[in-house]
């Protein structure tokens, strides 16, 4: 996972796999010493930041053999991969995989409703789709019966809105390329922001040749207070009405979605993958269960 997707804080990588902040803390010690991983602390103007993690030299070589894969054909460069300390995208990477590690830590509690069963990095993307669109990152969820395959739209709150919007016709053309409707959701810091983003898309949408080919919906940080979950599972996603079908009030949770755009809910459910190059397999979103052979300490 942090070969996939660049970097996780300590709580992400809580969400993916570990019964505890302690737990995890436990075994990324012994990782870190073994140079598996490399860690690293963002300086923060209030407060302390919280450790983050990215992939070491001996975690990359063993990624590689237990694939099968030369080393050197991963492209794995150490100063790369802890250089993200310096990137300006370094919030935008991380706040992009916190939705998707909650969506992990969801589909992980007992008696849960809906699972996680396809995510891919912004680099995954760019490699599939890039001469179209460029998504900061696709998605797959399943939930009592439905299921939602998503581009994810990040927003940081720098980007121009036009510029934001624009990429809507680089989705249709996606669409009409692939025959393939694959809704986009924007994910926003602010509700005030989103009102404003709104009205962009909007705007482009109803400019567009066939917009239903690109449904689209948005949510922010901020909704978590006007419903019962935190999640971007729950009831916190508002359609722009061009794109819906039937126009339905209030905020839909994720897998409503799939409902509302029945002509984007994938037929199968397996994930199709083109390998470009010769790399790791995709790893499954959600941590192997554990077995009785497991070390235990």
Known sequence: ????????????????????????NHRLLDLFKWRVVDRFQPFVDLGTAPMHYVLDIAGAVALAYEDGIDRKALGYRHEDAIGIAHSLRLAHTVGTNGIFTSLVALSRQPGAHGRLTAWWSELRCKRLFGDMVRPDAYGRWRENGHQIEFFLEFDFGTEDLDTLASKLYGYEKLALATGITTPVLVWLPTNRREASARKALAKVLSALDRPTLVPIATSTAQTTSVVSESTPAAARWLPVAESATT?????????????????????????????????????????????????RR
């Not at 942090?2 to 302690?22: A, D, N």
């Not at 339905?248 to 409902?259: D, I, S, T, V």
């Open 247 to 295: 126009r339905r009030p209030g905020r839909l949770r994720l897998a409503e979605l799939a409902q509302l755009w029945p002509y984007a809910e994938p037929p199968g459910t397996a994930t199709p993958t083109v390998l470009a190059r010769q790399e790791l397999a995709l790893a499954d979103p959600l941590p192997p269960a554990p077995t009785a052979s497991q070390f």
């Open 1 to 24: 996972m942090l070969y996939e997707h660049k970097v996780f804080t300590t709580h992400q990588i809580v969400e993916l796999g570990y019964p505890s902040v302690r737990a995890a």
